[in-house]
């Protein structure tokens, strides 16, 4: 069965558009409640959650309508990160999770994203299903058998003290002053508080949400702002999530940024020192640096690569038994800690290598020097293919003659956006330049 809604992670788009519509989100949440409601018994649950977009009010109100037409009782989270979605679903034995976001996308995006009961994301074979069902008549419950709906306030709360439960036993944060940067996202409460009550010295900024403002010049996708606050506050460490909390990217005490590759190394050599790194073997997307591949190979330990998606990454490591993976935009996914890449969590770790290890963040976040690696997007219309126009099929095979071994190639389709990703890697950035520009420019023409 094939996927026309759902995307890389979940369904994605403009707010108010297809198929971010009120309407589309009723019927979403009325095939979701069916397929969950299979045997026929009543008391199922669902737990939703939310980032801070405006749009995630009309479509919380459009979802549990949905669902409890079918009979499912709904349990409102509000704002809370992805990450807590994946564990209150769990926590609270409910059958499904749904977060509402478009992660780091802009305000205008919203998206919505499914957990099965274990709390990790649904299979491509389950989302398919659910498509299915949409496409046809979706079967109300009876009268008496409608669910029931209500908020649940302590939600932030319970992930709160969950989240503390991840740092070391008896550590505390104290004399440590962390720049947090929330995106003006999700977790803009809840990743204070627990910084806060580990004892930091906190400076927070990007968590003033106003429904407009999330991603907007703050969090990962704009770690400068975080950097410029941690020089200015002398901080020891920034940490920038996305609007959902679920990617981190570090800025260490000289304002120089780290992404989820350097984060992965540290980790993976960490773990297999105390021998907590399960297979010998980290997983990550074939975005990854291939100086991330050679620094694990040094070490004896194995890169696992995926196609992106943290949900692949997460799919492989629960086929080969792993317990470390993640994405060199940020997601870090510990299946000792989380079903999903969290953000918090995975910053709370590098704390604990600072405390353990005595060693700055400066010294513990330059791992590897990466290959040159060069990224670049061209936007296209929905609905066509430049990437199957004989010049572009030309570019892309000319650029890896070109290599010829000595770098790679990637291009691909965003799954969240209408973007074309060309991506290169080279020891000869002139020459890594020139292969990137072609295809750009071949790709360009196409669209």
């Given at each position: 069965m094939t996927r026309k809604i759902f995307g890389t992670d979940g369904v994605r788009g403009r707010a108010n558009t297809e198929p971010m519509t009120a309407d589309m989100a009723l019927r979403l949440g009325a095939a979701a409640g069916r397929y969950f409601r299979r045997d026929g018994r009543n008391g199922?649950?669902?737990?939703?959650?939310?980032?801070?977009?405006?749009?995630?009010?009309?479509?919380?109100?459009?979802?549990?309508?949905?669902?409890?037409?079918?009979?499912?009782?709904?349990?409102?989270?509000?704002?809370?990160?992805?990450?807590?979605?994946?564990?209150?679903?769990?926590?609270?034995?409910a059958d499904i999770g749904i977060m509402i976001s478009a992660s780091h996308n802009p305000a205008h995006d919203n998206g919505i994203k499914f957990f099965g009961p274990d709390g990790f994301k649904l299979s491509d074979e389950a989302e398919a299903?659910?498509?299915?069902?949409?496409?046809?008549?979706?079967?109300?419950?009876?009268?008496?058998?409608?669910?029931?709906a209500r908020r649940i306030d302590d939600g932030r709360g319970r992930y709160v003290e969950y989240a503390k439960t991840t740092f070391p036993a008896g550590r505390r944060l104290d004399g440590l002053k962390v720049v947090i940067d929330s995106a003006n996202g999700a977790a803009y409460r809840a990743a204070p508080d627990v910084l806060y009550e580990l004892g930091a010295d906190l400076v927070a900024i990007g968590d003033d949400p106003d429904g407009h403002n999330i991603n907007d010049g703050v969090g990962s996708t704009h770690p400068e702002t975080a950097a410029q606050a941690v020089l200015d506050h002398r901080a020891d460490l920034g940490i920038c999530l996305d609007g959902d909390a679920d990617r981190v990217i570090l800025i260490d005490e000289k304002g120089r940024v780290a992404d989820g590759d350097q984060l992965?190394?540290?980790?993976?050599?960490?773990?297999?020192?105390?021998?907590?790194?399960?297979?010998?073997?980290?997983?990550?997307?074939?975005?990854?640096?291939?100086?991330?591949?050679?620094?694990?190979?040094?070490?004896?330990?194995?890169l696992e690569r995926t196609k992106v998606g943290d949900r692949y990454v997460v799919e492989r490591m629960r086929e080969g038994g792993f317990n470390l993976g993640g994405e060199q935009s940020g997601h870090i996914v510990m299946t000792d800690y989380a079903t999903t890449g969290d953000g918090l969590i995975a910053g709370l770790q590098f704390l604990a290598a600072m405390i353990e290890t005595g060693h700055s963040a400066s010294d513990l976040v330059h791992q590897f020097d990466p290959v040159p690696q060069l990224l670049k997007n061209v936007r296209y219309a929905a609905g066509s293919d430049p990437l199957s126009v004989e010049k572009v099929q030309a570019a892309i095979s000319a650029g890896e003659a070109r290599l010829n071994g000595t770098g790679r190639v990637l291009i691909r389709k965003s799954g969240t956006e209408p973007l074309i990703r060309v991506m290169a890697e080279a020891e000869d950035e002139v020459m890594l330049r020139d292969v990137v520009d072609s295809i750009v420019a071949a790709v360009e023409d196409a669209v």
């Open positions: 199922h649950r669902v737990v939703i959650g939310k980032d801070t977009r405006l749009s995630g009010y009309m479509l919380e109100n459009a979802l549990t309508a949905g669902l409890t037409s079918t009979g499912m009782n709904v349990l409102l989270l509000g704002p809370v990160p992805t990450p807590a979605v994946g564990y209150l679903t769990r926590s609270m034995r299903e659910i498509e299915a069902i949409l496409s046809g008549q979706v079967r109300p419950a009876e009268p008496q058998n409608i669910g029931r992965m190394a540290l980790m993976a050599a960490r773990w297999a020192e105390q021998d907590k790194l399960a297979g010998g073997a980290l997983v990550a997307t074939v975005m990854s640096n291939l100086g991330l591949e050679r620094f694990l190979q040094a070490r004896g330990l194995r």
